[in-house]
T-cell receptor
Framework: NAGVTQTPKFQVLKTGQSMTLQCAQD?????MSWYRQDPGMGLRLIHY???????DQGEVPNGYNVSRSTTEDFPLRLLSAAPSQTSVYFC????????????FGPGTRLTVT | QQQVKQSPQSLIVQKGGISIINCAYE??????FPWYQQFPGKGPALLIA?????SEKKEGRFTISFNKSAKQFSLHIMDSQPGDSATYFC????????FGAGTQVVVTP
């Protein structure tokens, strides 16, 4: 099993550009989520999904869109990149929503200039 | 506002010593308290977790102590080793986790 994979590993965007961060898992997990990690802030939940076709907002959803058309994939779209979105982004998955281990991907380091 | 407060921000411990990291939470509905370990350039990985029906859980050199009435929990790393040097995050919640800000632990030889 590859676990949770994320692409790209690094990305530089100019203000106003859009892009999609890819996330895939091969563990047949129902629950998937996106976090951003900033120094001194821990991990903050952006969006999450409890199954294909179901998504909801987390703590910091503004400026981001998600969709979940399949169990495996959960892409994160930045609509119009801003310098405040410079961060490291992690995708995670778990068996179900609840007290289950979350498996994290390796992360995408995004810089917006 | 951060619902899970973690301290200290960083700590340095000698090999063989004890590392202690503390977390406090606000929401009494939280029902699951995991600790994650993160090495540089990697994603976090689950280290140990506890549910509020027990006050302590031990796995090898890692122990969680949980105080439900005080809404606090802590991670103890016994006999700390250089390979334990990492950032540790506490979290609380149910599915949708709230993470602490992280503690960078450095174990000196």
């Amino acid at each position: 099993n590859a676990g949770v994979t994320q692409t790209p590993k690094f990305q530089v965007l100019k203000t106003g550009q859009s892009m999609t961060l890819q996330c895939a898992q091969d563990m047949n997990h129902e629950y998937m989520s996106w976090y951003r990690q900033d120094p001194g802030m821990g991990l903050r939940l952006i969006h999450y999904s409890v199954g294909a076709g179901i998504t909801d907002q987390g703590e910091v959803p503004n400026g981001y869109n998600v969709s979940r058309s399949t169990t495996e994939d959960f892409p994160l779209r930045l609509l119009s990149a801003a310098p405040s979105q410079t961060s490291v982004y992690f995708c995670a998955s778990s068996y179900r929503d609840g007290a289950y281990e979350q498996y994290f991907g390796p992360g995408t380091r995004l810089t917006v200039t | 506002q951060q619902q899970v407060k973690q301290s200290p921000q960083s700590l340095i411990v000698q090999k063989g010593g004890i590392s202690i990291i503390n977390c406090a939470y606000e929401n009494t509905a939280f029902d699951y308290f995991p600790w994650y370990q993160q090495f540089p350039g990697k994603g976090p990985a689950l280290l140990i977790a506890i549910r509020p029906d027990v006050s302590e859980k031990k796995e090898g050199r890692f122990t969680i102590s949980f105080n439900k009435s005080a809404k606090q929990f802590s991670l103890h790393i016994m006999d700390s080793q250089p390979g334990d040097s990492a950032t540790y995050f506490c979290a609380a919640g149910w599915g949708k986790l709230q993470f602490g800000a992280g503690t960078q632990v450095v174990v000196t030889p």
